[in-house]
């Protein structure tokens, strides 16, 4: 009996923690389609945004992946930030068509 309600509790962690980085990926797209959005009105910021998004994005690779068995909140953030370069790319196929 206890193995069978120890196994119910593992399912129910791993669904909500799939659920977490589900959520999470989404945030990540809602957060590209406003970093596309905002720089976009003067026109003149597009090399420079990119430049910034590409720089925080390894920096935040190269932290996530020297931990990533450690900390459960990298998994997130990486999440977060597979969501954005989706979401980047995305709206780059929306522009080229």
């Given at each position: 009996?206890?193995i069978i309600k120890s196994i119910k509790l593992t399912i129910?962690?791993?669904?909500?923690?799939?659920?977490?980085?589900?959520?999470?990926?989404?945030?990540?797209?809602?957060?590209?389609?406003?970093?596309?959005?905002?720089?976009?009105?003067?026109?003149?910021?597009?090399?420079?945004?990119?430049?910034?998004?590409?720089?925080?994005?390894?920096?935040?690779?190269?932290?996530?992946?020297k931990h990533n068995k450690k900390y459960i909140l990298l998994?997130?953030?990486?999440?977060?930030?597979?969501?954005?370069?989706?979401?980047?790319?995305?709206?780059?196929?929306?522009?080229?068509?």
């Amino acid at each position: 009996m206890l193995i069978i309600k120890s196994i119910k509790l593992t399912i129910n962690y791993k669904f909500n923690v799939f659920s977490l980085h589900i959520i999470n990926l989404m945030l990540g797209f809602f957060i590209a389609s406003a970093i596309s959005t905002i720089p976009a009105q003067t026109g003149d910021w597009g090399i420079i945004s990119g430049a910034i998004i590409i720089t925080i994005n390894e920096i935040l690779s190269k932290i996530i992946y020297k931990h990533n068995k450690k900390y459960i909140l990298l998994y997130f953030i990486n999440d977060i930030k597979i969501g954005i370069i989706y979401g980047l790319f995305v709206d780059a196929f929306k522009l080229g068509s």
